[in-house]
Nanobody, 116 residues
Framework: QVQLVESGGGMVQPGGSLRLSCVAS????????MSWVRQAPGEGPEWVATTYANSGRTIVDNSVKGRFTISRDNSKNTMSLQMENLKPEDTAVYYCNVNKNGYNYWGQGTQVTVSS
């Protein structure tokens, strides 16, 4: 069965950095596009970034462009999100996501808090 396990969240000051990881199992990781989605308190889910399986292309939302970098290591079934110059508005629970056969799978999420 599909499992997604996020890690790496924490509390940092504005301007700080964090690296999130998502370890996947239960499916052929290299064959699927993978995404990061975040949800701030009281808000709906917000797409952050995607890494495409076939092309290797990555895209990120404009709100994080130039600060966040998404990557994947197919040999380790792992996706990462390097976050630099964090801002208070980046505070959210960050989720790893895969859409497999029309169904969205999610990890348990990892909390990122940016505060002075």
């Amino acid at each position: 069965q599909v499992q997604l396990v996020e890690s790496g969240g924490g509390m940092v000051q504005p301007g700080g950095s964090l690296r999130l990881s998502c370890v996947a199992s239960g499916f052929t990781f290299s064959a699927y596009d993978m995404s990061w989605v975040r949800q701030a308190p009281g808000e709906g889910p917000e797409w952050v970034a995607t890494t495409y399986a076939n092309s290797g292309r990555t895209i990120v939302d404009n709100s994080v462009k130039g600060r966040f970098t998404i990557s994947r290591d197919n040999s380790k079934n792992t996706m990462s999100l390097q976050m630099e110059n964090l801002k208070p508005e980046d505070t959210a629970v960050y989720y790893c996501n895969v859409n497999k056969n029309g169904y969205n799978y999610w990890g348990q999420g990892t909390q990122v808090t940016v505060s002075s």
